[in-house]
């Protein structure tokens, strides 16, 4: 389990040891930084004893050699080196963009996030995960559903345009986050207002009008 905030990654571990069935043995290594996730992975391949369940936060401090620099980083090494090993994200972000993402890249067995958490809950999460993946939270699945029904279909990159202007990124700093010119970039955004029916074409209302949408 990995999760910089101890209090925290204690209360998961009393939750699981206290609702394990009685055939099940449990053995919890805690990291709480990238470093020490990588370490406690790296001994698990070496002594042939791979993880069965990955608990990771998205939101660590990044490893001293910086190549590491989120849970995210880490489920993706974890995905490589432990290929059986059953992954659990958790975080505080509900941005449609960022759920995406994970789904996307990792695909984990168990997505859940802390605002929607609860002991029952967690629990109900281990078990799933070990005996019919996935288990995702009441966040994740609303956000997956209405992602799924919509009938707006844009790319990677409208979504990641509309995700870096939302967090106040301006349209002329864009082209350093794409491989793309400024002008494909512009393009792209006239083409989502057209998409998105924004009529005055602003772009709060192209945001306020995707948001609703469930994109970011």
Same mark, same amino acid.
């Given at each position: 389990?990995?999760?910089?905030?101890? !209090?925290?990654?204690?209360?998961?571990?009393?939750?699981?040891?206290?609702?394990?069935?009685?055939?099940?043995? $449990?053995?919890?290594?805690?990291?709480?930084?990238?470093?020490?996730?990588? #370490? %406690?992975?790296? @001994?698990?391949?070496?002594?042939?004893?791979?993880? /069965?369940?990955?608990?990771?936060?998205? +939101?660590?401090?990044?490893? +001293?050699?910086?190549?590491?620099?989120?849970?995210?980083?880490?489920?993706?090494?974890?995905?490589?080196?432990?290929? &059986?090993?059953?992954?659990?994200?958790?975080? !505080?972000? #509900?941005?449609?963009?960022?759920?995406?993402?994970?789904?996307?890249?990792?695909?984990?067995?168990? %997505? $859940?996030?802390?605002?929607?958490?609860?002991?029952?809950?967690?629990?109900?999460?281990?078990?799933?995960?070990?005996?019919?993946?996935?288990?995702?939270?009441?966040?994740?699945? #609303?956000?997956?559903?209405?992602?799924?029904?919509?009938?707006?279909?844009?790319?990677?990159?409208?979504?990641?345009?509309?995700?870096?202007?939302?967090?106040?990124?301006?349209?002329? +700093?864009?082209?350093? /986050?794409?491989?793309?010119?400024?002008?494909?970039?512009?393009?792209? &955004? &006239?083409?989502?207002?057209?998409? %998105?029916?924004?009529?005055?074409?602003?772009?709060?209302? $192209?945001?306020?009008?995707? @948001? @609703?949408?469930?994109?970011?």
């Amino acid at each position: 389990m990995t999760d910089d905030h101890p !209090m925290i990654i204690e209360g998961y571990q009393n939750t699981l040891l206290a609702t394990k069935k009685e055939n099940q043995e $449990l053995q919890i290594d805690i990291a709480n930084n990238c470093d020490q996730s990588l #370490n %406690f992975m790296r @001994k698990a391949i070496d002594i042939e004893k791979p993880y /069965h369940i990955l608990f990771m936060d998205i +939101s660590l401090p990044p490893s +001293s050699d910086g190549d590491f620099t989120s849970g995210e980083d880490l489920a993706k090494y974890a995905r490589r080196i432990m290929p &059986k090993c059953k992954i659990i994200m958790l975080t !505080m972000f #509900n941005e449609p963009y960022r759920i995406h993402n994970i789904i996307k890249d990792i695909d984990p067995e168990g %997505f $859940l996030i802390k605002s929607d958490l609860t002991s029952r809950e967690l629990a109900s999460a281990f078990q799933a995960v070990l005996k019919k993946p996935p288990f995702y939270s009441a966040s994740v699945s #609303n956000i997956i559903r209405k992602t799924i029904v919509n009938t707006i279909s844009i790319d990677e990159i409208d979504r990641k345009i509309l995700y870096l202007l939302s967090q106040g990124v301006r349209t002329k +700093s864009l082209k350093d /986050h794409f491989e793309i010119s400024l002008s494909a970039i512009e393009k792209r &955004k &006239k083409q989502l207002k057209l998409i %998105f029916d924004v009529q005055d074409g602003s772009d709060e209302n $192209l945001l306020a009008v995707a @948001k @609703k949408e469930g994109f970011i």
